[in-house]
Each structure stands twice: as C-alpha cells, then as structure tokens.
C-alpha cells in the first residue's frame, strides 16, 4: 500500500510556472512507476505524464511536452511536476497515481496504476 498527497496547487497567472509535488508513504516508493494526471470541470482524468522507478525514463502527453517535467526523488519519496508556461486550459485538478507493475507507454493509461492522490487545484487566470 502507498498513500499519496499532491500539494504546491494554486492560483496563476497564464505564462507563469508553479511546481506541484506528490509525497508518498510506505518503504517501497522507489519501486513504483508513478504518473500525473490532470482532470478539469466536465472533462475526463486525462494523462500528463509518468516515470519510471529510475527516473530513467520519462512520458508526456503531446500537448504537455516542452512545458511540463516530471522528476523524482527517491530518498524524499516525492514526485515533482513542474510547468511552465501555464495557460488557462491547464486549468484543473492535478492527481498523481502510483504503478506497481505497468511499464512503459502503458503509464498514459488510468487503468495502469493502483494507487492515487487526492488532488491538487492548478487555476490558470487569462
């Protein structure tokens, strides 16, 4: 079991950069793949982007490419997005989610983990 936490959400302006972060508990947070999803008002949880245990390997959503970063430390058992110039349709809740098994360009799916955050409100001001 792992239990995750996402804070660092908030309100900014389009073109600035805010920096999310996931903390996780439980001994075995290096083994986990783990992504970040993002799900606005009507919309479905879509993928942003995922990492390996390693940090070895990154994947991004087209869209979110050149923009966002997805990092990992291990020893604080943290996972880190940062994003940069925000626009208004970043607007949404942000989730992390754990993998135990899945590896790969399966970590773009929801079904791919076992574990989620709560949440963390990213709003983008025009």
């Known amino acids: 079991q792992v239990q995750l936490v996402e804070s660092g959400g908030g309100l900014v302006q389009a073109g600035a950069s805010l920096r999310v972060s996931c903390a996780a508990s439980?001994?075995?947070?290096?083994?986990?793949?783990m992504g970040w999803f993002r799900q606005a008002p009507g919309k479905e949880r879509e993928f942003v982007a995922a990492i390996s245990w390693s940090a070895g390997n990154t994947f991004y959503a087209e869209s979110m490419k050149g923009r966002f970063t997805i990092s990992r430390d291990n020893a604080k058992n943290t996972v880190y997005l940062q994003m940069n110039s925000l626009k208004p349709e970043d607007t949404a809740v942000y989730f992390c989610?754990?993998?135990?098994?899945?590896?790969?360009?399966?970590?773009?799916?929801?079904?791919?983990?076992?574990?989620w955050g709560q949440g963390t409100q990213v709003t983008v001001s025009s």
């Open positions: 989610a754990a993998s135990r098994v899945v590896r790969g360009n399966a970590l773009m799916f929801r079904t791919a983990y076992d574990f």
């Open positions: 439980g001994r075995t947070f290096s083994s986990y793949r």
